[in-house]
C-alpha cells in the first residue's frame, strides 16, 4: 500500500524568501515520486519526478526535491520565491509497476507575499 | 503534439440529470486515468484503463458511476443520475506504461450540479 502526506496545509512565504513544501510517503515497494502544481481554475503540471538514480531532482520554474529513503521524504525546495509560484502544490506517489496510478497528498497551498 | 483532451470543460445541470464526460488520451498512451478532484477527499483516483480494458475501478464511488473505453482514443465517463455531490472537478490523464514514462493530465471537466 502507498500513501502521501503532505505536512502543512498551508505556507506562506514572502517574495525572495525559500520555499520548502513538506511531503512524506509510505509505500512498500520502491517508489516513483512527483510533484505537481496546479494554478487556480487551471489543470495539474508536472513539476519534477524522482523514478530512479539521482535523488536530487531538478524540474521547472527552478524547484528541486530530493529522495531521502532513510527520511522517507521528498520535500520540495525553491531558494528563491516569486509572486508567480502563488499555486496549490501536491505531491504524489506511483510505483514502477504502475506509473499512472498516482496516490496525491492533500495539497498545500503556497502564498507569497510582497 | 496534442495533450489529453476532455470535453466540457465547464457543465452545469440539475440534479438527476445524465452527465457525459469525454476524454481523448495523446496518441500511442496505452493507459487512461480519470481522477476527481473535490475539497474533501483531495485528488483520487477513479478508474483506470490499460490496453481499453478497465483495470481497477475500485474508486467508483458508487453504481450511478461507470466509464467506457471503446477505443485506444476515446473514453467516456458518465453520471447518471447525477447529484449535487458529484460536483468537483474530473481529470482524465493517459501514460505509455513502461518505467519512468510520465503521466499526462487533461486540463480537467468542472462539473457543477445543482
Known amino acids: 500500500a502507498q500513501s502521501v502526506t503532505q505536512l502543512g496545509s498551508h505556507v506562506s512565504v514572502s517574495e525572495g524568501a525559500l520555499v520548502l513544501l513538506r511531503c512524506n510517503y509510505s509505500?512498500?515497494?520502491?517508489?516513483?515520486l512527483f510533484w505537481y502544481v496546479q494554478y487556480p481554475n487551471q489543470g495539474l503540471q508536472l513539476l519534477l519526478k524522482?523514478?530512479?538514480?539521482?535523488?536530487l531532482v531538478k524540474g521547472i520554474n527552478g524547484f528541486e526535491a530530493e529522495f531521502k529513503k532513510s527520511e522517507t521524504s521528498f520535500h520540495l525546495t525553491k531558494p528563491s520565491a516569486h509572486m508567480s509560484d502563488a499555486a496549490e502544490y501536491f505531491c504524489?506517489?506511483?510505483?514502477?509497476?504502475?506509473?499512472?496510478?498516482?496516490?496525491f497528498g492533500q495539497g498545500t497551498t503556497l502564498q507569497v507575499k510582497p | 503534439d496534442a495533450g489529453v483532451i476532455q470535453s466540457p470543460r465547464h457543465e452545469v445541470t440539475e440534479m438527476g440529470q445524465e452527465v457525459t464526460l469525454r476524454c481523448k488520451p495523446i496518441?500511442?498512451?496505452?493507459?487512461l486515468f480519470w481522477y476527481r478532484q473535490t475539497m474533501m477527499r483531495g485528488l483520487e483516483l477513479l478508474i483506470y484503463?490499460?490496453?481499453?480494458?478497465?483495470?481497477?475501478d475500485s474508486g467508483m464511488p458508487e453504481d450511478r458511476f461507470s466509464a467506457k473505453m471503446p477505443n485506444a482514443s476515446f473514453s467516456t465517463l458518465k453520471i447518471q443520475p447525477s447529484e449535487p455531490r458529484d460536483s468537483a472537478v474530473y481529470f482524465c490523464?493517459?501514460?505509455?506504461?513502461?518505467?519512468?514514462?510520465?503521466?499526462?493530465f487533461g486540463e480537467g471537466s468542472w462539473l457543477t450540479v445543482v
Open positions: 504524489a506517489v506511483s510505483s514502477s509497476g504502475n506509473t499512472g496510478k498516482l496516490i
Open positions: 509505500s512498500s515497494v520502491p517508489p516513483y
Open positions: 524522482y523514478t530512479t538514480g539521482a535523488t
Open positions: 496518441s500511442g498512451h496505452n493507459s
Open positions: 484503463f490499460n490496453n481499453n480494458v478497465p483495470i481497477d
Open positions: 490523464a493517459s501514460v505509455r506504461e513502461s518505467s519512468g514514462n510520465t503521466i499526462y
